[in-house]
């Protein structure tokens, strides 16, 4: 089991930033990749950047690439979700995921294992 717990989220203006983090606990050894996807009220949840745990490679959906950054601490089993440039389309509830097997499509919820709980970004215009 691979608990994770995101922090971060909370009540921003258009054009600042956030900084979201998820840390993992429990069989965080097995990790292969994070991700983070967002779900809007009214809209299924979305895949928005990913990360390989072992190389740091990385990917982005188009809503976010060049503004959102991903990245890892290995010696925290954290991962961090930089936001700059927000909009109030940005504004969902942010989900960090992990999984635990080998592959090519980081971004299929489907593909990952364990889930937190979610943080709320909300943007205002």
């Known amino acids: 089991q691979v608990q994770l717990v995101e922090s971060g989220g909370g009540l921003v203006q258009a054009g600042d930033s956030l900084r979201l983090s998820c840390t993992a606990s429990g069989r965080a050894f097995s990790m292969y990749a994070m991700g983070w996807f967002r779900q809007a009220p009214g809209k299924e949840r979305e895949f928005e950047a990913g990360?390989?745990?072992?190389?740091?490679?990385?990917i982005y959906s188009d809503s976010v690439k060049g503004r959102f950054t991903i990245s890892r601490d290995n010696a925290k089993n954290t991962v961090y979700l930089q936001m700059n440039s927000l909009k109030p389309e940005d504004t969902a509830l942010y989900y960090c995921a992990v999984r635990t097997h080998y592959g090519t499509d980081l971004t299929n919820g489907r593909n990952y294992n364990y889930w937190g709980q979610g943080t709320q970004v909300t943007v205002s215009s």
């Open positions: 990360i390989r745990w072992s190389d740091g490679s990385t």
